[in-house]
């Protein structure tokens, strides 16, 4: 029987196998692709993942970028650069094969293209069913996305709330340099990558595109309960991106995904059984940014898996639920709080915008806030202190109050 068993071999299962594996438990991670495997994904890292990783990530990384491109719609934009990283672009199947790797460095035993269809609950510990295969452990992480089988066998969650999870459209462009460098130009000719992203187009989300090595990744996501028109307006963003740049391209590997919403206390465990990463949905409910939260709570489930096994005291790894509340929940709820008044109206985001123009202490918060820089708890008080100060009549119009 394994220590611990972990279900899904994206970033929070392998930061959380390799947790478990380093202090000696026998850790089993199950993955029903094999690596490196194709995953659709803007590739934006904050720069805190960088921080918050013992491991270096340089070889995987394809660019850094320190400035943020915001629009309000089609006809408002503006760019800001710092001296340091605002983001950093990687491609997932390589990020997420080198996380892997260091987890099977680290003890833990991998089995690829093993997908599990059921996870069961026994009197010492649990069980999860393969395609002909059967694994039994003594606890379990479901680390299997925003679609969990861990969640949905155990009965933690049965399915997602429309407004608690957002659909999203994208894909990959590639460009030739020429094409690159005419993109990443900016207002002076000057070569300047940038996270680009696009609010008003949708309700409830935006637009982004965002410059790799050798091509744009570009999409566009919104709430599932707005997401009736996201195709068309994926058609018609498109079009104006591809105008208004002079270039041409076809988008390669299209396809839709969901990506759940953080911000809510929501039942994250079962008996012997925990949730991270996009399982438990903590994503940023601004910008769909997951990568922070899935390899903070795979640390934090890994820790106390070994705990448990220590102690022999499976009510240990129940705790992971106050202890997620307190270190990611409270912060993604503020995000929330904030995502509520800037996605409330097309004119709020056009405010914010005009504000953050004229107001560097706002800008800055603005850059922070939508790269992830710095957590929105650390920023929501200070921010509202500030806009009431210099800005009141226009914090009261957003609902900052």
Same mark, same amino acid.
């Given at each position: 029987?394994?220590?611990? +068993?972990?279900?899904?071999?994206? /970033? ?7 947790? $478990? ?34 491991i ?5 990384? @394809? ?7 915001? %629009? $309000? ?9 710092? !001296? #340091? ?10 990020? !997420?094969?080198?996380?892997?790797k ?49 969640? *949905? ?15 999203? +459209? ?33 309700k409830?989300g ?22 009736i028109?996201?195709?068309?307006e ?15 391209f ?6 839709s995904?969901?990506? /759940?919403?953080g911000?809510?206390?929501r ?25 922070? =939260?899935?390899?903070? %709570? ?7 898996a ?13 705790? =992971?639920?106050?202890?997620?509340e307190?270190?990611?929940?409270e @912060? ?16 709020? +985001? ?8 004229? !107001? ?7 850059? #922070? ?7 929105? %708890? ?10 009431? *100060?210099?800005h ?10």
């Amino acid at each position: 029987m394994h220590d611990l +068993i972990v279900v899904g071999g994206g /970033p929070a299962g392998a930061v959380c196998a390799r947790t $478990a594996a380093e202090a000696g438990l026998d850790v089993l991670l199950l993955e029903k692709e094999k690596h490196p495997r194709f995953k659709l994904c803007g590739g934006a890292l904050s720069k805190r993942v960088e921080d918050l990783l013992d491991i270096d990530i340089s070889p995987v990384i @394809e660019r850094r970028v320190k400035s943020v491109k915001i %629009s $309000a719609g089609y006809d408002q934009s503006t760019t800001w650069t710092r !001296d #340091d990283t605002t983001g950093i672009l990687v491609r997932r199947s390589d990020f !997420d094969q080198l996380l892997v790797k260091h987890a099977r460095d680290a003890g833990a035993e991998v089995i690829e293209q093993c997908k599990v269809l059921r996870v069961e609950q026994t009197r010492k510990g649990i069980r999860a069913l393969a395609i002909g295969d059967s694994f039994k452990g003594r606890l379990v992480v479901g680390a299997d996305g925003v679609n969990s089988t861990v969640a *949905r066998s155990l009965k933690i969650r049965e399915r997602w709330d429309l407004k608690s999870v957002a659909l999203c +459209i994208g894909g990959d462009a590639i460009l030739n340099r020429e094409s690159m460098n005419k993109i990443m130009k900016d207002s002076e000719g000057n070569l300047n990558p940038a996270l680009e992203l696009y609010f008003g187009l949708v309700k409830w989300g935006y637009a982004w595109c965002f410059p790799h090595s050798d091509r744009l990744n570009i999409g566009i996501g919104c709430r599932m309960d707005q997401s009736i028109s996201l195709k068309e307006e994926w058609e018609k963003f498109l079009s104006h991106f591809k105008k208004m740049r002079g270039v041409d391209f076809v988008i390669q590997n299209q396809s839709s995904f969901r990506v /759940p919403f953080g911000g809510e206390k929501r039942r994250l465990t079962a008996r012997r059984a925990v949730l991270i990463g996009d399982a438990a949905g903590l994503v940023s409910p601004v910008t769909g940014e997951g990568i922070y =939260y899935a390899l903070k %709570s795979g640390m934090l489930a890994g820790n106390l898996a070994v705990q448990t096994v220590r102690e022999k005291n499976p009510l240990v790894f129940r705790t =992971y639920q106050e202890r997620i509340e307190r270190s990611i929940v409270e @912060e993604l709820s503020v995000a929330k709080f904030l995502a509520e008044m800037l996605f409330k109206s097309k004119n709020n +985001i056009s405010m914010a915008v005009e504000i953050a123009k004229d !107001d560097l202490t706002i800008r800055n918060y603005m850059i #922070d806030f939508v790269t992830g820089f710095r957590p929105a %708890s650390e920023m929501r008080r200070k921010m509202m202190k500030h806009m009431l *100060r210099y800005h009141p009549l226009k914090a009261i119009r957003i609902g900052l109050r």
